[in-house]
């Protein structure tokens, strides 16, 4: 039996609008460590990987593990029908073909049970060693949604280029070109502000800024994101969830002729 | 003559576009009673009912019964035009074939005078007798309008059941089922969130939530809501008109086969 | 070279909002007066003249006059790009055939160049000489925008009446008439919302109310707007902008059987 309660239920609301524009079927994983999901997206070109630990829940029974399969776009409807201040609780019995989503209202007067039929998805869990980077760079995850929207409206590839000094965002396009650099600023009134660069040595990536747009929908989860860069990794886009986890989206940078890896 | 001064003159503009999704053409009836609408919607399931009565307006002057045929969309399109703090006057000469709205600013510097042709509409009015009903609930209009818009991302139709502890909304579609219950709650802070619930016997019936989304529209008219029901008698949905009146709206229930009643 | 610095950049964000709309391609001219604009609207009906005065910029290098082809949807795109509290820099080479946008945030931590091609426009700068107007109107633009507004649900076309009294706004349409009177009102609370009339005789003239709906699209540049009638010249509809210039819109009006003027 499965029974998670999280008293932020809106948490939950927000975590399912950042990723179901990237996925429409996947599996969530249910264990004693916690609630988590791992998949590629429909063109198998990023990947994404959402842990919300056990710690995190109000209550948090899940008597043997569980992958359940959800079609993330019904799964939404379902969420977006909570209050935004709504306890909500995941609940399903071992071996159902369904899940229940209960809504419970901050006074107790309206309780809803929405129950949603389960699907059996393939998916293969891919080990994804912990690795070293040649740059990490912490910025507002609002800055960092705005450049990438922006630079969409110019051209549809963005090359990020790191040195000491500062982030450089860059795209061209037929109507010109743009660049952006945020400069390295920790002296701000609020750390979540901050613009925090470590590097072991410059990178210069390029990649389709139609996903990392796909990837800023996870900016009402937190304030700051952490981009990490590797010149033979994917990048790694980060967004904690307080106290509980995170999401991190994972993209191979466009290779000269312009192909994308981490095709299967 | 007529001629209806209404100092809250966005309460019109309110009660305008709460029927106009459901009713294209329909005669206003003015009396010395009141100001008046009677209406099915264009697929004769449902009825609307609108009194505003004589006593709410500033002023009130009605020579003889007089029964106005108008599109309501193209009253909606003048209406809308009038600010939210103006002042609307009604008014029409006796055998005239158009109607005027007038507003007025609140400090008088803007005059704006709306003149409409009237229509010729077939129309019988429906007397509907007072009955008694089986359940009656009274509930905060914004909590209903989002328990109905929230079931429609599930399903077509609604079952409203009612008990003494409390009023159930469910649904099921293709992606699930959805339970919503209400709780009667008298301790509130403000007596517009209660709800509250008379009841003579249980009472469980089904609509199609296309109508009640339809019959939400009139939501910010009045903070609260009012649904009778009785197993042989259409629904009633009442939002009342402060100081002067009411819309009501009676669709009859869904039977066994699916079936809708109240057809001529 | 050219180097025009604006402190207030959100500014050139509004005034290519307000033409874009109705001008598709134009030249910037650049001289040592300011930075300024004349364009014919696409249909070579309305006329649309901008300046900016130099002595409004922060900083302001023109060496030799400059004229810069642009297509406006496109400088709109890359403006867009500029926070509203970012600072704007326009800069030019000589000879060059670009033109690079440079936004910088209020703390300097980001810098933004956008880089967009010129373009060859063929244009001839009409000479607009002073005249004497009939009546001049000064009222609140966001009145007088939601006056065309209103009138576009009914009709096409807006009868502009003066007299001592007031201004009068009429269309008609398949649906009705509308009359909008304005009375002058000199007494208010703050100057921006009087509605003054100087008047050498009364004057009613016609115009489309789809190019008059596309100069309100300035009402976020000024509080108040400036109309100049004269039954033998195009009206003036024209929004100062604060410290700097304005932007005028000329429109001839339209003549007994509904003919435009104003055509080459």
Chains 1, 2, 3 share one sequence.
Not at 205 to 233: G, Q, W
Request: glycine share 4%; with cysteine; hydrophobic share 40%.
């Amino acid at each position: 039996m499965l029974e998670l309660r999280l008293v932020q239920g809106s948490l939950l609301k927000k975590v399912l609008e950042a990723i179901r524009e990237l996925v429409n079927d996947a599996n969530f994983d249910c264990s004693a460590t916690g609630f988590s999901l791992q998949a590629m997206d429909s063109s198998h070109v990023a990947l994404v990987a959402l842990l919300l630990r056990s710690e995190g829940f109000e209550h948090y029974r899940c008597d043997r593990n569980l992958s359940m399969g959800m079609n993330l776009n019904n799964m939404a409807k379902m969420l977006r029908c909570a209050g935004n201040d709504d306890i909500i609780t995941i609940k399903a019995d071992d071996g159902s073909d369904t899940v229940t989503f209960m809504f419970e209202s901050p006074n107790q007067d309206k309780i809803a049970d929405f129950e949603m039929k389960l699907m059996d998805i393939d998916s293969e869990h891919l080990g994804i060693p912990d690795a070293e980077y040649h740059a990490i760079v912490r910025m507002p995850s609002a800055e960092f949604a705005r450049i990438c929207k922006d630079l969409s409206s110019i051209g549809d590839t963005v090359v990020i280029s790191v040195t000491k000094e500062g982030v450089k965002f860059s795209t061209a396009g037929d109507i010109g070109t743009a660049n952006i650099v945020c400069r390295q600023n920790k002296t701000v009134d609020k750390p979540e502000e901050a613009t925090v660069i470590e590097m072991q040595e410059p990178v210069s990536l390029t990649f389709a800024l139609r996903y990392m747009n796909s990837f800023t929908k996870a900016t009402p989860l937190s304030e700051t994101v952490t981009i990490s860069l590797s010149s033979e990794l994917p990048v790694v886009v980060e967004y904690k969830i307080a106290d509980m986890g995170y999401i991190r989206f994972y993209l191979a940078p466009k290779i000269e002729e312009g192909e994308e890896d981490m095709k299967p």
